[in-house]
């Protein structure tokens, strides 16, 4: 492992596109400055277009942002691409398996990218889907999964290359509210297990406030509404919260802002 | 998951690979209307016009098989050299998009000339028979290679690309675990296209100058006005096809066992 602490540091971060049909100019992340110390657990949360997407695009690596800065460990992830080979694991929105490809196959994945040997790749591979709950399916095709158990896989890949950060787009909106709840608590504990730094962009609150940690509430274009660690947040002060978190959504302002970090 | 687990999936997956054979009755049940009607009409025409099964058969045990060889050999040949350029040429469009602005439109010429163009052009053009032959058979389906296998890489979802590219792959691993597997139906699909066309064109090629192969035959049987000998060596290049069509899909069935 090339680096050693998994802290993002933003920067008066921003990020300008060009629309291909007429032209204008679209802010999606304007003047975003946070930091998110190593082995935290964050959620970012905002409604659609707010640029969460935007900004884990930018944080993988696969942006090149307009203006500011971001790095992971001190390092650019789109300038020094290749040094966070093995360092980052995200898992999608859709499962994003290869169809072509076993349970197994999958999951091996990013370890064959990392150039183990075989056998270390079955090894590690096999070990992440029993502890996904995906015992006798490692020979399944992803078209021979449910939903939840694709995403499992999706699971078992990202984590089995034991990443420093654990980055996750929208990852149990699509599934039911009984299977997303389980993935999520897995997801979560799977992640404290590995102490890695865990950020989780979602749209919904509550999905926000399960994860326990922090949350960063976005507005729109791209921007800090709020910064609440509810870590330590006692039931009363939750529930309060929720109101002001959705109003700020609803009203795109920070005015009745709550505690900040 | 224990050794043994794993050995029991990858036995699973061995036995799904397994494919029954299936007796294709209805086909066996056309072929065998349409030869008993051939030989109804043969009792009614003149034998050089439609011969009986009878004189067929005599002509198919008599030819020269080695012809079928030479041919076979020609084909297999050119499908592996214009498989390697197409590919080739594919990957370098894909991987600088001017080569391909300005590629593609000779492509599409190439694929728009007709194959006995081709073949007149290869006898004006070239003196050595063999290089005759390969020349036109290259270039008439490494066209198709290179279209099928650069539209493929191109439709790769962009889904699939960003969770690859998350993993930060090199530029081989890019192409060996994603665009090469990803692209598989297509390249399958450009290699039955090409073998139907490879086979007809190759015996077009032959009628022209070879002395082997079953172009040459089919030559050989109209210079000797042996009727008989055409049909049968008809009924040769159909089976071929058949027999090769056949094969491929039974590797497509499978190497794409996932889409079942």
Not at chain 1, 51 to 76: A, M, Q, V
Not at chain 2, 226 to 231: E, I, L, Q, R, Y
Request: aromatic share 10%; glycine share 6%; charged share 20%.
């Amino acid at each position: 492992m090339k680096t050693d602490s998994a802290d993002i540091e933003v920067s008066r971060l921003s990020m300008r596109f060009q629309q291909t049909i007429t032209g204008d100019e679209v802010v999606a992340i304007r003047q975003l400055d946070f930091r998110i110390g190593a082995g935290e657990m964050v959620a970012i949360v905002g409604q659609t277009g707010c640029g969460k997407s935007t900004f884990l695009n930018i944080l993988i690596g696969l942006e090149r942002p307009t203006g500011g800065r971001i790095t992971i460990g001190g390092r650019e992830p789109y300038a020094e691409f290749d040094h966070f080979r093995g360092v980052l694991a995200t898992v999608f929105q859709q499962d994003r398996l290869l169809p072509w490809r076993s349970a197994m196959d999958n999951v091996k994945l990013p370890l064959e990218l990392l150039g183990l040997a075989a056998a270390e790749q079955t090894l590690r591979a096999a070990s992440w889907l029993e502890r996904l709950g995906l015992n006798g399916f490692e020979g399944a095709y992803p078209h021979e999964l449910s939903g939840g158990m694709r995403q499992r896989v999706a699971l078992a890949r990202a984590f089995v290359v034991e990443p420093k950060l654990l980055l996750a787009d929208e990852a149990f909106g699509h599934l039911d509210e009984v299977t997303a709840a389980a993935l999520r608590k897995t997801f979560i504990d799977l992640a404290r297990g590995q102490g890695s730094t865990a950020v989780l962009v979602t749209h919904q609150l509550e999905e926000a406030i399960e994860l326990g940690g922090r949350i960063l509430v976005f507005g729109r274009p791209g921007h800090i509404l709020a910064d609440i660690d509810i870590a330590n947040c006692p039931p009363a002060r939750l529930a309060t919260l929720r109101g002001e978190i959705q109003e700020m959504l609803q009203t795109n302002s920070p005015s009745r802002r709550p505690e900040q970090n | 998951m224990d050794k043994k687990t794993l050995a029991t999936s990858e036995a699973a997956g061995a036995v799904e690979a397994r494919m029954p054979f299936r007796f294709p009755r209805e086909a066996v049940l056309v072929l065998l209307a349409l030869a008993v009607v051939w030989q109804i009409i043969s009792f009614f025409v003149p034998p050089f016009v439609v011969p009986g099964l009878d004189r067929i058969w005599k002509s198919l045990v008599s030819l020269r098989y080695d012809f079928v060889l030479v041919t076979l050999a020609r084909v297999i040949a050119a499908l592996i050299i214009s498989f390697v350029l197409g590919i080739a040429v594919a990957v370098t469009m894909y991987l600088w998009p001017a080569v391909e602005r300005y590629g593609r439109p000779l492509v599409r010429l190439l694929m728009a000339v007709p194959v006995v163009c081709w073949i007149l052009f290869s006898v004006l053009w070239f003196k050595w028979v063999e290089f005759r032959i390969a020349f036109v058979l290259i270039v008439v389906c490494a066209p198709v290679f290179v279209v099928d296998f650069l539209d493929g890489m191109k439709g790769v979802p962009q889904e699939l690309r960003a969770m690859l590219r998350s993993f930060r792959p090199s530029r081989m691993q890019f192409f060996t675990k994603l665009l090469l597997p990803a692209t598989l139906p297509a390249i399958l699909t450009s290699w039955k296209i090409n073998l139907s066309l490879a086979i007809r064109v190759v015996t077009m090629a032959e009628l022209v100058g070879a002395v082997s192969g079953v172009g040459y035959g089919l030559v050989l049987a109209q210079e000797l006005f042996s009727v008989a000998d055409v049909f049968a060596w008809t009924v040769v290049l159909v089976v071929i096809l058949f027999a090769l069509e056949a094969l491929l899909n039974r590797v497509e069935t499978r190497m794409l066992r996932w889409r079942t």
